[in-house]
């Protein structure tokens, strides 16, 4: 065990939070941005040295320090992205609430850096309880941010929030205490392997996808999510479409598919059903919103069912599409939510119907906006087609109908983004107030266009993130494969027709 | 085995009764000046009945002829029971002394209750049992109404004292029924009797012994004299009700189910699966609409309680052990939850008891909010806070003995008492500041509160090593 960088990533924000109690609004601004950045080092440094195609499980520690269950962490590179895209966006998020949080700020921080810990917690964790603590215990931060700094009808959205995740999570904690029991062990990369009877696994599978189904969410468990981001400060929003949602897609990952893959092929047509119900009305139902937030809320329930789409398609294409669509959403929706908070704190409202011509007297803005706005619908170049493209390549392998309807969302969701664009940047000013608003500050910029460089970073050269988590889709590919459902497309890999033997004629003439 | 040795044995209990009677007798002829040094003498000699457990009354086995267990199941039991109780003497001076006068009697009763105690967590006969008990209750009936002068503090003494009267003559019947049917007190010979099949009169003597313990742990469907009792009741005396005699009822039903009618297991399980999952259902719903904090507290123990039976009905080493250590969280959170209410008082020094009034806490008394705030999601069980730990031994212990379903429905349960307990963490975060409270200059109170905010913050799992060795040599000895 070497310099247990994890621990470290975990534990600096845990005593930054604590730190940030003590003091003044002001140095609590700076011990949060100073602790993020540092950890945003950290991060960077554990990509650096992140081998790729070495070990499955690097940077791994473990001190059985509780008895029952261990300090274990670890991780492989799908664990290894989230972190990072977590570390990348918490910065971000200081920066963003830095004028926009004036009550209670150091509380506000200290709340900002225990999600941060909990979240690295939960993407490193090793130990199925000690995941479960981390998973649960972003609970109790995201319920204060919600509810002291949120909107209006902040407390009804916490509750819901609250309330909404922890019913469905502790059906999970059942299924990994009977796990434990019956494989005798908590480590997960131990139970990624175990074979739990078929029978079992139907029952354990669908503990768990309570769990994830909600966190995600899917249709129809999805209706916490908009008040929630509704309600939330913009900060709030980032992490939760950013990096709380990819928890959901993540637990299928490390969790539902290597470990019950019988169950997993069996309850396909769930998860297929769900998402295919998801992209088509959450998209429907995100083109009629007035309420800019709750816009890109209802868009993020349509774009994570890509990530389920992909996942159940069981084959590599869809993995690493749902993968990438996880990673591109982190970023996207979170530059959006952004978005809409740079001119809320100008106006003061989400309502589009405020908003009208800002490309005139906010450019800079209106480019970046559009910018994510075009990563949002897919566009080639961007991060967003990756995934969506290799996450429908995927689902056609495996049926030619969801590949169908889930093709729709994408016409939809240039839909409801185009439209929403249209109707916030161009035109003339409906209002005086809108139109006399300044453009981007240097805060904002500094914001935006990091999250901008890597939107086209993925999209251009998108082999950095699939390079580290290949050879972990592989090992589940491997745990897939003697159950895998069959395609209906029948699609057979191309090849070109095999010439019969040379003859000597052929073989003189090559020589000619 | 001679008499010395069994003496040797009830060590704990030798040092508190004596010890009582001496510090009676110094209440009587130094009045109630000295009530004070009286509570200090009192912890001293909890102190040192704690420390006695050590020796051959924490290991000793059976003495007085298979009455009395020296065991460490009995040792774990006790040592909760006089931080317990010890706790409730210290913080009670200063709630009195601001009622009109702190009496010399209070760390007295204490002290005789937990002789009760004792007796009821080391029984090894039905007798034993029912002197200890009695002995508790008689201690706990005159604590109820220690404020003789306030209305509320007699109505609870005077119900505590009925409806308790009531349980001991169920339990007493069912004493009595099962001594006719099985022709022993003894837990060993009750059990060897139960061995070869239950007839209906002991299948009757059992639920009644079952419901007259209920009541003391209030357990649904026997709970209903605990909202009355702890919103009466002085303060420091429902804090002290709510941890050191639920510990001791709590321990006396494991002792008495797996000891005495551990054969007849499949008789009694599902009576307390009923009252386990009535009570956390229970507790979850009727806390919702209330108003005082005191009552809300003693349905979160209704609801709490619930949760630690189904250990019990487990009925497995693992399932008691977890109950056990439930209960040591438990006293934990309870206490300090109850010394924060300690906390809530109006300029004029004088009690408040509503949850519109912890309105705003965090900003008037951020520390405070923090300590109840931990205390509540502990309550709660949510991780990380140690409250989890517990909860996830006692559906451990379900799932490994194979009753998973129950599991899933139990803890679906606890999702309703989350939303109450997020009621008092929204009033104190995210509402509006009212008037506030009156500063607090209680160094002892303030102390004691940080100590059991530590102990169920993420810091508690560290003692997960010490707390799964000890409960399961506790569990074991029953076994």
């Given at each position: 065990?070497?310099?247990?960088i994890?621990?470290?990533?975990?534990?600096l924000?845990?005593?930054?939070?604590?730190?940030?109690?003590?003091?003044?609004?002001?140095?609590?601004?700076?011990?949060?941005?100073?602790?993020?950045?540092?950890?945003?080092?950290?991060?960077?440094?554990?990509?650096?040295?992140?081998?790729?195609?070495?070990?499955?499980?690097?940077?791994?520690?473990?001190?059985?320090?509780?008895?029952?269950?261990?300090?274990?962490?670890?991780?492989?590179?799908?664990?290894?992205?989230?972190?990072?895209?977590?570390?990348?966006?918490?910065?971000?998020c200081?920066?963003?609430?830095?004028?926009?949080?004036?009550?209670?700020?150091?509380?506000?921080?200290?709340a900002?850096?225990?999600?941060?810990?909990?979240?690295?917690?939960?993407?490193?964790?090793?130990?199925?309880?000690?995941?479960?603590i981390?998973?649960?215990?972003?609970?109790?931060?995201?319920?204060?941010?919600?509810?002291?700094?949120?909107?209006a009808?902040?407390?009804?959205?916490?509750?819901?929030?609250?309330?909404?995740?922890?019913?469905?999570?502790?059906?999970?904690?059942?299924?990994?205490?009977?796990?434990?029991?019956?494989?005798?062990?908590?480590?997960?990369?131990?139970?990624?392997?175990?074979?739990?009877?078929?029978?079992?696994?139907?029952?354990?599978?669908?503990?768990?996808?309570?769990s994830?189904?909600?966190?995600?969410?899917?249709?129809?468990?999805?209706?916490?999510?908009?008040?929630?981001?509704?309600?939330?400060?913009?900060?709030g929003?980032?992490?939760?479409?950013?990096?709380?949602?990819?928890?959901?897609?993540?637990?299928?990952?490390?969790?539902?598919?290597?470990?019950?893959?019988?169950?997993?092929?069996?309850?396909?047509?769930?998860?297929?059903?769900?998402?295919?119900?998801?992209?088509?009305?959450?998209?429907?139902?995100?083109?009629?919103?007035?309420?800019?937030?709750?816009?890109?809320?209802?868009?993020?329930?349509?774009?994570?069912?890509?990530?389920?789409?992909?996942?159940?398609?069981?084959?590599?294409?869809?993995?690493?599409?749902?993968?990438?669509?996880?990673?591109?959403?982190?970023?996207?929706?979170?530059?959006?939510?952004?978005?809409?908070?740079?001119i809320?704190?100008?106006?003061?409202?989400?309502?589009?119907?405020r908003?009208?011509?800002?490309?005139?007297?906010?450019?800079?803005?209106?480019?970046?906006?559009?910018?994510?706005?075009?990563?949002?619908?897919?566009?080639?170049g961007?991060?967003?087609?990756?995934?969506?493209?290799?996450?429908?390549?995927?689902?056609?392998?495996?049926?030619?109908?969801?590949?169908?309807?889930a093709?729709?969302?994408?016409?939809?969701?240039?839909?409801?983004?185009?439209?929403?664009?249209?109707?916030?940047?161009?035109?003339?000013?409906?209002n005086?107030?809108?139109?006399?608003?300044?453009?981007?500050?240097?805060?904002?910029?500094?914001?935006?266009?990091?999250?901008?460089?890597?939107v086209l970073?993925?999209?251009?050269?998108?082999?950095?993130?699939?390079?580290?988590?290949?050879?972990?889709?592989?090992?589940?590919?491997?745990?897939?494969?003697?159950?895998?459902?069959?395609?209906?497309?029948?699609?057979?890999?191309?090849?070109?027709?095999?010439?019969?033997?040379?003859?000597?004629?052929?073989?003189?003439?090559?020589?000619? | 085995?001679?008499?010395?040795?069994?003496?040797?044995?009830?060590?704990p209990?030798?040092?508190?009764?004596?010890?009582?009677?001496?510090?009676?007798?110094?209440?009587?002829?130094?009045?109630?000046?000295?009530?004070?040094?009286?509570?200090?003498?009192?912890?001293?000699?909890?102190?040192?009945?704690?420390?006695?457990?050590?020796?051959?009354?924490?290991?000793?086995?059976?003495?007085?002829?298979?009455?009395?267990?020296?065991?460490?199941?009995?040792?774990?039991?006790?040592?909760?029971?006089?931080?317990?109780?010890?706790?409730?003497?210290?913080?009670?001076?200063?709630?009195?002394?601001?009622?009109?006068?702190?009496?010399?009697?209070?760390?007295?009763?204490?002290?005789?209750?937990?002789?009760?105690?004792?007796?009821?967590?080391?029984?090894?006969?039905?007798?034993?049992?029912?002197?200890?008990?009695?002995l508790?209750?008689?201690?706990?009936?005159?604590?109820?109404?220690?404020?003789?002068?306030?209305?509320?503090?007699?109505?609870?003494?005077?119900?505590?004292?009925?409806?308790?009267?009531?349980?001991?003559?169920?339990?007493?019947y069912?004493?009595?029924?099962?001594?006719?049917?099985?022709?022993?007190?003894?837990?060993?010979?009750?059990?060897?009797?139960?061995?070869g099949?239950?007839?209906?009169?002991?299948?009757?003597?059992?639920?009644?012994?079952?419901?007259?313990?209920?009541?003391?742990?209030?357990?649904?469907?026997?709970?209903?004299?605990?909202?009355?009792?702890?919103?009466?009741?002085?303060t420091?005396?429902?804090?002290?009700?709510?941890?050191?005699?639920?510990?001791?009822?709590?321990?006396?039903?494991?002792?008495?189910?797996?000891?005495?009618?551990?054969?007849?297991?499949?008789?009694?399980?599902?009576?307390?699966?009923?009252?386990?999952?009535?009570?956390?259902?229970?507790?979850?719903?009727?806390?919702?609409?209330?108003?005082?904090?005191?009552?809300?507290?003693?349905?979160?123990?209704?609801?709490?309680?619930?949760?630690?039976?189904?250990?019990?009905?487990?009925?497995?080493?693992?399932?008691?052990?977890?109950?056990?250590?439930?209960?040591?969280?438990?006293?934990?959170?309870?206490?300090?939850?109850?010394?924060?209410?300690?906390q809530m008082?109006?300029?004029?020094?004088?009690?408040?008891?509503?949850?519109?009034?912890?309105?705003?806490?965090?900003?008037?008394?951020?520390?405070?909010?923090?300590?109840l705030?931990?205390f509540?999601?502990?309550?709660?069980?949510?991780?990380p806070?140690?409250?989890?730990?517990?909860?996830?031994?006692?559906?451990?212990?379900?799932?490994?003995?194979?009753?998973?379903?129950?599991?899933?429905?139990?803890?679906?349960?606890?999702?309703?008492?989350?939303?109450?307990?997020?009621?008092?963490?929204?009033?104190?975060?995210?509402?509006?500041?009212?008037?506030?409270?009156?500063?607090?200059?209680?160094?002892?109170?303030?102390?004691?509160?940080t100590?059991?905010?530590?102990?169920?913050?993420?810091?508690?799992?560290?003692?997960?090593?010490?707390?799964?060795?000890?409960?399961?040599?506790?569990?074991h000895?029953?076994?």
């Open positions: 065990m070497g310099f247990p994890l621990s470290l990533l975990i534990a924000p845990l005593v930054a939070a604590l730190a940030c109690l003590f003091v003044d609004a002001r140095s609590a601004r700076w011990i949060a941005l100073a602790a993020t950045l540092v950890d945003l080092a950290l991060g960077a440094l554990l990509w650096a040295k992140y081998e790729v195609g070495g070990p499955q499980w690097q940077f791994t520690e473990h001190v059985a320090l509780f008895g029952r269950f261990a300090w274990a962490l670890g991780i492989d590179g799908i664990a290894l992205l989230l972190i990072v895209l977590s570390v990348f966006l918490m910065p971000i200081i920066a963003a609430s830095w004028q926009a949080i004036e009550k209670r700020v150091p509380e506000y921080m200290a900002f850096l225990l999600m941060e810990s909990l979240m690295v917690g939960v993407f490193a964790a090793q130990d199925l309880f000690l995941f479960y981390f998973f649960e215990a972003g609970l109790i931060p995201m319920y204060l941010i919600i509810g002291i700094w949120g909107g009808d902040r407390i009804y959205a916490s509750y819901k929030f609250f309330l909404y995740t922890l019913l469905g999570s502790v059906l999970m904690l059942i299924a990994m205490l009977w796990m434990a029991n019956q494989a005798g062990s908590t480590d997960i990369p131990t139970l990624m392997a175990y074979d739990f009877p078929a029978s079992a696994q139907t029952w354990l599978f669908l503990a768990f996808f309570a994830f189904a909600v966190k995600m969410p899917m249709w129809p468990v999805h209706t916490w999510l908009p008040d929630a981001h509704v309600q939330a400060p913009t900060a929003s980032v992490i939760l479409a950013g990096v709380l949602l990819k928890m959901g897609g993540y637990g299928f990952v490390r969790f539902s598919l290597p470990m019950f893959p019988v169950a997993s092929a069996e309850l396909m047509w769930l998860a297929m059903g769900l998402s295919m119900v998801a992209v088509v009305a959450t998209s429907l139902i995100a083109l009629v919103q007035e309420d800019m937030k709750k816009l890109i809320a209802y868009s993020s329930v349509a774009h994570m069912a890509f990530v389920t789409i992909g996942l159940f398609a069981f084959n590599r294409q869809g993995i690493e599409g749902a993968l990438m669509v996880m990673l591109g959403h982190g970023l996207v929706s979170a530059a959006l939510f952004l978005c809409v908070g740079v809320y704190d100008r106006l003061h409202t989400r309502d589009i119907a908003y009208g011509g800002l490309s005139n007297n906010m450019p800079k803005y209106a480019l970046l906006f559009l910018l994510f706005t075009m990563a949002s619908v897919g566009l080639p961007t991060s967003n087609f990756v995934g969506e493209f290799l996450s429908l390549v995927g689902a056609y392998e495996i049926s030619s109908w969801v590949a169908f309807v093709t729709t969302g994408i016409i939809l969701g240039a839909a409801y983004m185009l439209y929403l664009y249209a109707r916030v940047a161009y035109g003339t000013a409906r005086a107030d809108a139109a006399a608003m300044p453009d981007l500050n240097a805060r904002e910029l500094a914001i935006l266009v990091p999250i901008a460089l890597a970073w993925m999209g251009v050269y998108p082999e950095s993130f699939l390079a580290p988590m290949r050879n972990d889709v592989g090992a589940i590919l491997a745990r897939l494969a003697p159950t895998a459902p069959h395609s209906d497309a029948k699609v057979a890999i191309g090849r070109a027709a095999i010439p019969a033997a040379p003859t000597p004629d052929h073989a003189a003439e090559a020589h000619h | 085995m001679p008499i010395t040795a069994s003496l040797a044995l009830t060590l209990e030798l040092i508190l009764s004596i010890g009582a009677m001496a510090l009676l007798m110094v209440a009587a002829f130094g009045g109630d000046g000295l009530s004070r040094a009286i509570g200090w003498g009192a912890v001293a000699l909890f102190a040192a009945a704690g420390v006695s457990l050590l020796g051959p009354a924490g290991s000793g086995g059976p003495g007085f002829e298979g009455l009395y267990m020296a065991d460490s199941f009995g040792a774990f039991a006790k040592l909760l029971i006089y931080i317990a109780a010890a706790v409730s003497v210290l913080i009670a001076p200063g709630f009195f002394e601001r009622a009109g006068g702190y009496r010399a009697e209070y760390p007295i009763l204490i002290l005789l209750s937990a002789v009760g105690m004792g007796m009821m967590v080391s029984a090894g006969d039905l007798l034993t049992l029912y002197v200890g008990l009695e508790q209750s008689l201690s706990a009936y005159v604590l109820a109404s220690f404020l003789r002068r306030d209305t509320r503090s007699a109505e609870a003494g005077l119900k505590y004292f009925v409806l308790g009267a009531l349980a001991s003559g169920i339990l007493l069912g004493i009595s029924l099962l001594y006719g049917f099985t022709g022993t007190t003894l837990f060993a010979g009750i059990s060897d009797a139960l061995a099949g239950i007839s209906t009169g002991q299948m009757f003597g059992m639920v009644f012994i079952l419901a007259g313990l209920a009541f003391k742990i209030s357990a649904v469907p026997f709970h209903m004299w605990t909202p009355d009792v702890y919103e009466g009741a002085p420091p005396v429902t804090a002290f009700f709510a941890s050191a005699p639920k510990v001791a009822g709590m321990a006396l039903l494991l002792r008495v189910a797996i000891d005495a009618m551990g054969s007849g297991v499949d008789a009694w399980r599902q009576v307390i699966i009923f009252s386990a999952l009535a009570s956390t259902i229970l507790g979850g719903v009727a806390a919702i609409g209330q108003s005082n904090f005191k009552r809300l507290l003693a349905y979160s123990s209704i609801n709490n309680v619930g949760f630690a039976l189904f250990g019990l009905a487990a009925g497995t080493p693992d399932g008691v052990a977890a109950t056990m250590t439930y209960m040591a969280v438990y006293i934990a959170m309870t206490l300090g939850s109850f010394i924060c209410a300690l008082r109006d300029a004029d020094g004088q009690p408040v008891e509503t949850i519109a009034s912890l309105s705003g806490l965090s900003r008037s008394r951020p520390g405070l909010a923090a300590a705030a931990i509540m999601f502990s309550l709660a069980g949510i991780p806070l140690f409250g989890f730990w517990p909860k996830f031994l006692v559906f451990d212990a379900l799932v490994r003995a194979g009753f998973w379903p129950l599991a899933m429905v139990g803890i679906a349960t606890s999702v309703i008492g989350a939303f109450y307990y997020l009621k008092i963490v929204k009033t104190m975060y995210f509402d509006e500041p009212t008037e506030g409270y009156a500063p607090s200059s209680s160094v002892i109170e303030g102390g004691l509160i100590v059991a905010a530590l102990a169920v913050s993420p810091l508690g799992y560290l003692a997960i090593p010490l707390l799964d060795a000890t409960s399961m040599a506790a569990a000895s029953l076994f």
